[in-house]
C-alpha cells in the first residue's frame, strides 16, 4: 500500500476487550493470553489502536516461553489515515488498515538485511515491484520485473520508498487467495514520519529488532486490532 500517499475472513477487532482472568488484584495477564487464536507459533507481533478511528497505537513482540507469554520488545506504531477496519471488510485505497490475524510470508527492504536475521529476506532492486493491479494475474504479489498485465501505475515501485521499505515484512492480509479490490501490499515497515496508507509502520531501529527477533521457525503472525474490540478471532 503506497506509503507515500498520506505520508488476516473475519474479526471484529481481534483483541480482547474482557477484563483480565484471574483473581481479584491479580496483575492483568499478558496480552496473547487473553487472545483466542495467537496463530499457533511461539511468536506473536500484536499492533493496538485504542480504537477503529486511530491512526497511532503501539507494536509489541511476544515470545511464548514455558506456557507463558513474554514481551520481547515494543514501540510506537503508526496505521492508517483513516484507521482501523475489518479485513473482510477492507476495500482498496480506503486508506485503512485491516484488523486480523495474519502470517508473516517474507521480508524485503532497500537495505541489507539486518545482521541475525533469518527471515527469508528479498532485496529491493530496480526492477522489484508491488502488484496491485486487480486486473493482473499478480495482484497481490511482489513481481521482479514487473509483468505485462500489471500497470505501473495501479503498482508500487518499492525501491522508490527507500525510507519506509529500508526493512519490512509482509503481511499476508489478502494473499494466500486475493480477492480483488479487497487490497494489496500491506506491510509492517519503517516509520515515515506519518499516517501509512493503510500498513504498519515502526520507528527504523525498532524494525531492525523485529527482523532480528523473528524466527520463521517459531511460527510468527501479527495481530492487528483494538484494545475494545470483540473477543472472537479468525486466523487469515
Known sequence: MRPGAVALASLSLLLLGAAPVGAAGAPPQP???RMRDTGGGTQLITAVAARTGSTTGTVTWWDRVGGRWVKAGSASARFGAKGLVEGT???????????????LPFAFGTEAAPSG??????????SSWWCEDNASRSYNRWT????ADCRAAE????????TQYAH???IGFNYRTPVRGRGAGIFLHVDGRGATAGCVS??????????RWADPARGPHIAVGTTGGATAVTRY
Do not use: C, F
Open 168 to 170: 519490512a515484512l509482509v
Open 89 to 103: 471488510k477492507r476495500r482498496q485505497g480506503t486508506y485503512t488498515t485491516p484488523t486480523g490475524l495474519y502470517d
Open 31 to 33: 496480552l496473547p493470553a
Open 202 to 211: 515502526v520507528p527504523a531501529a525498532d524494525m531492525r529488532r523485529i527482523l
Open 117 to 126: 536475521t533469518r527471515y527469508p529476506y528479498r532485496a529491493v532492486r530496480q
Open 155 to 162: 503498482s508500487e515501485h518499492l525501491v522508490s520508498y527507500p
Open 144 to 147: 521482479d520485473p514487473r509483468p
